[in-house]
């Protein structure tokens, strides 16, 4: 168990380091989007996976929270956000678009520095 911790703790540090790169620039601020939820997502599997409970093949943040059991009510708009991009970004018809368009560098910015799961 521990070691499947250790493994779901390590990609979601790939994916922090991946935004660490990317975060300046303009044209990837979608994949900034997506690399945050996959942060947050592989986090939470860590924990469910530390608690014991089996891990659902799903990628809706406020599903994972709940099984989870914290309360992160004070940053659901930015949970839900992420969840809408990160569908969004996989695919090129819409790369990761908001309602007003492509992620802006401050909404990427955004997106990480208010990472519930974050430093």
Excluded: C
């Amino acid at each position: 168990m521990k070691k499947l911790v250790n493994e779901w703790l390590k990609a979601a540090l790939m994916d922090l380091k991946s935004i660490e790169k990317i975060i300046n620039d303009e044209f990837l601020t979608p994949m900034v989007a997506f690399h945050s939820h996959q942060a947050i997502e592989k986090s939470l599997k860590a924990i469910l996976e530390l608690q014991q409970i089996k891990i659902p093949k799903i990628h809706k943040l406020q599903t994972l929270i709940d099984l989870v059991g914290i309360d992160l009510s004070e940053k659901d708009e930015l949970l839900q956000l992420l969840d809408e991009l990160y569908i969004d970004s996989r695919y090129p018809e819409n790369m990761g678009l908001l309602p007003y368009g492509k992620p802006t560098l401050e909404d990427a910015k955004e997106s990480t520095i208010n990472n519930p799961f974050q430093k």
